[in-house]
Every structure is written in C-alpha cells, then in structure tokens.
C-alpha cells in the first residue's frame, strides 16, 4: 500500500458542548430531542442536509411502532397525522409515513423545540483523544477543518463511524463479514390503487401468490382497500406467479439477471400518506460488506439497475400503473447493517428469543429476528409472540473501550442476529432517547463516566418505552 503523510495542522475549536451527537439519523434525533429536553447543551452533526437518516434520506417511509411504544417515534408520527388530518398512528404496528413532511417536523421537533444545534453538511472525519477519553471530533464541512470538544460523544452515525475513528472494538456481519443485505428504496408516483385492487379482485393471476417471507404481512385485496380508506396500512406483495406469466409472454423485455431478480423476491409496495404513489422494497444487493466505499458505490449502482427494472415492469403489466414514474431512490442506500460498536454486553439472539430482561433495562421491544440472506434471496422472520417483550441493557449503549462514549441505533452492541430484531425506527429512537436522558442526568450530576449514570434516575425517564 502506497502512503501520504499528513502535516500537523492547527484546527479551529468551534464549540464546546456537553454531548456531541454523530448523525442525525433516527437516534440522534432521539438522542438530541432528550438531551436539550433536559437542558444540556447539545450539537449534532449530520453529513446529509436533513434530520431521519435511513427513515427520510433512505426514504424507509414506514415506522414499524409497538403498541406499547410512547416514545419519540410515537410523537413524531401523532404529529404527522395532525399535520396530515389522518389517522395513521392507529395503523400501528406498522404506519406509513411521508419522509418529505417528516424532514419539516424533525427540524422543528429537534431545533426549533428541543433547542439542540444541528450541523447539516457535516461529517464526522477524526477524533482527538487518550487512553479512554474522548477529547474533540474532528469535522469536515464547506468551513475545511474544524473541531467540537464534548463532554460525552454519542455515535448515532448507523454505521459507527465515530467509534472506528476513536478506535473502539467493533464487529461487522455475520461470521463471514457480510451483512444483511440492504435495499434501495424507491418511490413510484402517479399511481391509481383502486384500479389495481379492483384488477386483483377480478384477476386472480395477479393475486397468485409463492410463498415468500412476507406472506404474512400480505393483505387481501378487500382489506387493502379498507385500510387505504381508513388510513391504515396497506401491504402488496408477491406476484412471482404474474411475474413468470409475464416474462415468458415477452421474451426479450427483461434481461437473465432481471428476471432471476424479479423472481427471487417478487414485488412489494405499500402505500403512502398522501395516497396515489407507492413505497417499494424489493431490491436486495447480495453479499455486502457494510464499512468499504467501493461496497457501497457497487451496492448504490446495482440498487438503481433493479429499481429500473421493477419499475418496468409495474409500469407495462401492473393494472394503475400505466402513467406512473419513479418519483424518487433513495439518496442514501438503506442499509440494514454496517459496523456494530462492542458495548459493556453484547445483546443477543438468545435476550431476544427468550425475552429476556435485564436490571439495568431503557427500552422493552417486541421485534422478532429478521435476517435477509446475505446472498439477497430469502429473509428469515421469526415472529415473536405479542404478550411478552424483551429488555436491552444500558450497557449495550456504552462503549466498553471509553468512558464517554454511548453508541445508539443500529451500531449499538449486538449480534448480528439480535440487530436484526432490534434497529426498527422508532426502537432506535428510543435508544437514542436513553443516550440523550443518560447525558442529562450525567451532566447534572457533574459525573465524568456513563457506568456513573443513575440507573433508577434514567429508568423513570425511559417509562415511556420501558
Ligand atoms: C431496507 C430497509 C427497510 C427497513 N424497513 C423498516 C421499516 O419498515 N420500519 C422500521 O421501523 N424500520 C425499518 N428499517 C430499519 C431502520 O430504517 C434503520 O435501522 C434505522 O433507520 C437506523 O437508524 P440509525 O439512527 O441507527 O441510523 P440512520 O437512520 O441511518 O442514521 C445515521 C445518520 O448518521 C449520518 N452519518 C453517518 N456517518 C456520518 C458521519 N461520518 N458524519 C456525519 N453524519 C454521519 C447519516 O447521514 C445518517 O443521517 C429498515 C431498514 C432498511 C435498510
């Protein structure tokens, strides 16, 4: 490997804050809405130029939200339906969300509310620090070089980006290396459902269905319907049989790798708030490694060759969808798992199955694994039972190598397996809520170590989630 060596630079201090939060994806904005709640001053510095991360740049417009969850996730969606005049928090487990109006309230939930500072077009490039404290991060923004001294760091960044630079263990992957694979998402707009769902109902070779992992989830046309009507969740799904149907009546019209790609995972769309467009999941990028530049320049161009393939053919055989167009991809890729920071535990697959609990609890969830297949073909969903819930500990959201450094989202510290059941939006809100509460209560008590933090204290202020 060829080297440079970098000069010693003197770099401008441009803030002095008691928390800094890296990423203002789903935790960060919970870590920063608790922590300037509580008063502490706050800084989150985002690469992008938008509060949500996957759930608004990755355009994963849909927060899957317990029953029992009243956290942040639940307020951001209860305001979206005031805004709206709908009703979609009722349509939870699941609830469709508009990732443009969402952008709107986080900016003012988080900055305008809260009073936590947001740097967009920000990105966290080094950290200065010794032994098991971190000094200052470096950041990178139209200003050059600058950095941002803390008391307490947080690395919401998803992918643990703040963790790698300090140096902190981590795991990626499964044993190999390779993570769930991720998905582009995308938006298809200027569609008519109803005329979609009434072809259903009277073609049965477009309901025709293999049995695919989200046979589950699936709903009848009929239902599909009420719910649309109701402000509720709507799910479509499958049409391989269609698919095949399709493909073989006109040879030539897709290539060998699109069609294996169609048939391996079918079509999956949902709908959304505003009604006449549709959120598809279906793409998959095979054998991804999360923490590698040229992975994910790769994974972004295949995303868009499959976005444009499935696009095609929902828009020449998808009954509604004649004068459709993609109205947008995802500018960020939706990715399910990258670097996973190691914590004082690592949460497991055992906590989840076995609904474990634990004493120094923050949040309960309720999510079963779910691992889509490294090589992009099949998705493992173990459904857990709905009258009992697991706890994640504190201690998976406290770097084991400092001490003050929290990591939140989908880098906190967890098996491959248990990330799978536990990075749902509104759960990573929730964990970044706990970091923004743990801050607080740190801050006011003048502790300079998040193991000082006042469990019981932090409990009663995660009620809302526990
Ligand atoms: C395809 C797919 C489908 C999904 N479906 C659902 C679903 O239906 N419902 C659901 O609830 N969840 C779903 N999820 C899960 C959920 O969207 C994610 O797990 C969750 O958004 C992760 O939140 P996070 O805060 O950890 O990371 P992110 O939301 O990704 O936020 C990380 C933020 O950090 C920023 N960042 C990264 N590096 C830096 C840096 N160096 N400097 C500055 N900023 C940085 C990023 O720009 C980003 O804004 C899905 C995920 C995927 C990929």
Request: hydrophobic share 40%; net charge neutral; charged share 25%.
């Amino acid at each position: 490997m060829d080297y440079i060596k970098l000069q010693e630079r003197k770099i401008p201090v441009i803030a002095d804050v008691d928390l800094f939060i890296a990423g203002g994806g789903c935790a960060g904005v919970g870590a920063g809405i608790a922590a300037a709640r509580n008063g502490i001053r706050t800084l989150i510095a985002e690469r992008m130029f938008c509060l949500g991360g996957t759930m608004t740049s990755g355009l994963m417009s849909k927060i899957a939200i317990l029953e029992t969850n009243h956290g942040i996730g639940e307020e951001l969606i209860g305001r979206l339906d005031a805004y709206q005049k709908t009703n979609f928090l009722a349509s939870r487990h699941e609830v469709p969300i508009d990732p443009e109006l969402t952008k709107f309230m986080l900016d003012r939930m988080v900055i305008e509310e809260a009073g936590a500072e947001v740097l967009f077009g920000t990105t966290i490039t080094g950290v200065i620090g010794g032994g098991r404290s971190i000094d200052a991060v470096i950041i990178d923004s139209i200003n050059g070089t600058e950095a941002v001294r803390a008391n307490y760091f947080a690395d919401c960044t998803g992918d643990g980006q703040l963790g790698f630079k300090a140096g902190a263990s981590y795991t990626t992957g499964n044993d190999e290396g390779y993570s769930s694979s991720p998905t582009l998402m995308f938006r298809v707009a200027n569609v008519d459902i109803e005329k979609l769902i009434s072809a259903m109902e009277s073609r049965p070779e477009l309901c025709a269905s293999v049995k695919t992992a989200y046979s589950n989830h699936r709903l009848s046309p009929a239902q599909n319907r009420k719910n649309i009507a109701r402000d509720r969740y709507a799910h479509f799904a499958d049409f391989i049989p269609y698919i095949r149907q399709k493909v073989k009546e006109n040879p030539g019209m897709f290539s060998d790798w699109e069609v294996e790609m169609m048939q391996q995972r079918g079509i999956l769309f949902m709908n959304q708030p505003q009604g006449s467009h549709v959120l598809v999941n279906c793409t998959r990028i095979p054998y991804f490694k999360g923490n590698d530049n040229r992975e994910l320049s790769r994974a972004m161009l295949s995303g868009r060759k499959q976005v444009e393939a499935v696009f095609r053919f929902m828009k020449f055989f998808l009954p509604g969808f004649e004068r459709a167009f993609i109205m947008d991809t995802g500018s960020m890729l939706g990715i399910r798992e990258s670097r996973r920071i190691t914590g004082d535990y690592i949460f497991t697959e055992q906590d989840v199955e076995s609904y474990r609990k634990f004493d120094d609890v923050i949040v309960s969830n309720q999510g079963g694994v779910e691992i889509h297949a490294v090589d992009g073909k099949e998705t493992d969903i173990r459904e857990l039972g709905k009258n009992d819930c697991y706890h994640v500990p504190y201690r998976s959201i406290i770097a084991k190598d400092f001490d003050n450094l929290f990591i939140a989202g989908r880098c906190f510290s967890s098996s491959h397996s248990a990330l799978s059941a536990a990075r749902n939006i509104s759960y990573c809100m929730a964990l970044g809520q706990a970091v923004g509460n743990a801050g607080a209560l740190l801050i006011h008590a003048g502790k300079k170590n998040v193991r000082e933090v006042d469990i019981k204290a932090l409990q009663e202020k995660q009620r809302t989630v526990i």
